[in-house]
């Protein structure tokens, strides 16, 4: 079946070291999302992807970036990971960015910052 | 920023009663969509509403549109167990984004 797959499902990482997340899909999707989720909130958008055109949120802080090497593959880094960067972190797909395109998400990543 | 409110926060009901949950904002969206998270999974689409005053029915799921594309309802009829989750609703901008709602929070009980 056809569907986004993030690695690790659960990520524990220490106060200021860097970490990575990633996301695969076999969807050939054109647009590729990374959102954070907190506790009990609704999804935040962090930044996507329209094929190899990065597009980052306003309010996104600096300390998040993302790579996208190819359709398939996208990946979040965490410079310098904080406390309040404890999150689920969901990637999601869809086929483009039209208001009618559903996203697909994965299972997410949770990240525990210690 | 477009914000879209969610009401209730939460709801604790017993099987079989009926309810509904609200999506509400100030701005005009392009479509709607409904999705339902499960606890360690992805939120998952149930539906898109594109024309003002749409109405779609995904069994015992009624999903109203608002005539002016503002809002949005979710009825459920006669909740079963397997309804618990957190339903979102998520407005497409035109932007190349969806902007989520709020969240509510749903647990039915046996």
């Known amino acids: 079946d056809a569907m986004v797959i993030q690695n690790p499902r659960y990520q524990v990482t220490q106060f200021g070291k860097p970490v990575t997340l990633s996301c695969s899909q076999t969807l050939n999707h054109n647009v590729m999302y990374w959102y954070q989720q907190k506790s009990s909130q609704a999804p935040k958008l962090l930044f996507h992807y329209y094929d190899k055109d990065f597009n980052n949120e306003a309010d996104t802080p600096d300390n998040f970036q993302s790579r996208r090497p190819n359709t398939s593959f996208c990946f979040l880094d965490i410079r310098s990971p904080g406390l309040g960067d404890a999150a689920m972190y969901l990637c999601?797909?869809?086929?483009?960015?039209?208001?009618?395109?559903?996203?697909?998400f994965g299972n997410g990543t949770r990240l525990t910052v210690t | 920023t477009q914000l879209l409110e969610q009401s209730p926060q939460f709801l604790s009901i017993q099987e079989g009663e009926n309810l509904t949950v609200y999506c509400n904002s100030s701005s005009v969206f392009s479509s709607l969509q409904w999705y339902r998270q499960e606890p360690g999974e992805g939120p998952v689409l149930l539906v898109t509403v594109v024309t003002g005053g749409e109405v779609k029915k995904l069994k015992r799921l009624t999903f109203q549109f608002g005539d002016a594309r503002k809002d949005s309802s979710l009825h459920i009829t006669a909740a079963q167990p397997g309804d618990t989750g957190l339903y979102l609703c998520?407005?497409?901008?035109?932007?190349?984004?969806?902007?989520f709602g709020t969240g509510t929070r749903l647990l039915v009980s046996p």
């Open positions: 998520a407005g497409h901008t035109g932007f190349q984004k969806l902007v």
């Open positions: 999601a797909t869809s086929r483009d960015p039209g208001s009618n395109s559903p996203l697909h």
